[in-house]
């Protein structure tokens, strides 16, 4: 390995790590924020979750559509398609937030199994989803400079751990779907 490379990637430690921490408290913290408590009269944003359901979707495509490019060697377009399922990661983040500082959150109505199922998928989903920036957040960093073995290596663990929250997100909002208010 290039120790050039690895210089450059140790650069960036600072930063992976404070964003590991930081996203998911400010994620934690501002969904449970409601601006109407602080007098700010907004419209619940309730238009929301489908669409960021559809961008965890549209992000389980690309994360597919990467791997596919990077099978066959196209390496331009699965830095692209990656840069772009990070872009969407972070758009999802913002509607995410949105919604919850201006709506209530919905309490899943199924009984039974299912909703034992649907617990299950939604912690998995959470707790993966916290898991995966340190990861992603990496493998990125990796790639950018220029430590392929080392990206290839993590990049194995990171991609079907994005792709089950990806996935799960939009299994989560179906199955929530049909209890919002």
Known sequence: MNNENLIEEKKYNKWIVVLAIVIPIVVAVLSRVKLQDFGIEVEPLTFLPPIYAAINGLTAIVLIVAF??????????????????????????????????????????????????????????????IVIIPFVLI???????????????????????????????????????????
Do not use: Q
């Open 68 to 129: 596919i490019a990077i099978k066959n060697k196209n390496i331009v377009l699965h830095e692209n398609l990656m840069t772009t399922a990070i872009w969407c990661s972070v758009v999802f983040l913002i509607m995410y937030v949105a919604y919850h500082m201006t709506s209530d959150s919905t309490k899943f109505g199924g009984e039974g199994t299912i909703k034992y199922v649907y617990y299950f998928i939604l912690l998995t989903h959470i707790l993966l989803s």
């Open 139 to 181: 493998t990125y960093v990796r790639a950018i400079t220029n430590n392929i073995e080392r990206h290839k290596k993590i990049a194995k663990i990171t991609f079907p751990l994005w792709l089950y929250v990806a996935v799960t997100g939009v299994i989560v909002y179906m199955m929530i779907s049909p209890y919002y208010v």
